[in-house]
């Protein structure tokens, strides 16, 4: 299973980290992709790591401002966010998958995690 957390309430332009931990599955062996939704709209992917950590992807919206990384030592991968915007409000769901692939197709990810909800407001 998969544990998102590290959510919260930040000011726009600030920074948060959130966490994604694995158990109960060879971590090392599956690459990680966050994900977020808003009420109303379909999920969609934000970032995504390779299961040994050296290629990573971003979408268009938080390339430049989000890193993503993992630590398999410790079964986690995280999602450091920056300079975060009212519009990076969502809840964020990170997922794990055994095979490869294009990574923003939902239906590919064998794990997700329950989701955390970060809100960027004044």
């Known amino acids: 299973q998969l544990q998102a957390s590290g959510g919260g309430l930040v000011q726009p332009g600030g920074s948060l980290t959130v966490s994604c931990a694995g158990s109960?599955?060879?971590?090392?062996?599956?690459?990680i992709g966050w994900f977020r939704q808003t009420p109303g709209k379909e999920r969609e992917g934000v970032s995504y790591?390779?299961?040994?950590?050296?290629?990573?992807f971003y979408s268009r919206s938080v390339k430049g401002r989000f890193t993503i990384s993992r630590d398999n030592a410790k079964s986690t991968v995280y999602l450091q966010m920056s300079s975060l915007k009212p519009e990076d409000t969502a809840v964020y769901y990170c997922?794990?998958?055994?095979?490869?692939?294009?990574?923003?197709?939902?239906?590919?990810?064998?794990?997700w995690g329950q989701g955390t909800q970060v809100t960027v407001s004044s």
């Open positions: 109960g599955f060879t971590f090392g062996d599956y690459s």
């Open positions: 997922a794990a998958r055994y095979q490869t692939g294009v990574w923003t197709v939902i239906d590919s990810y064998d794990y």
């Open positions: 790591i390779t299961r040994n950590g050296r290629t990573t």
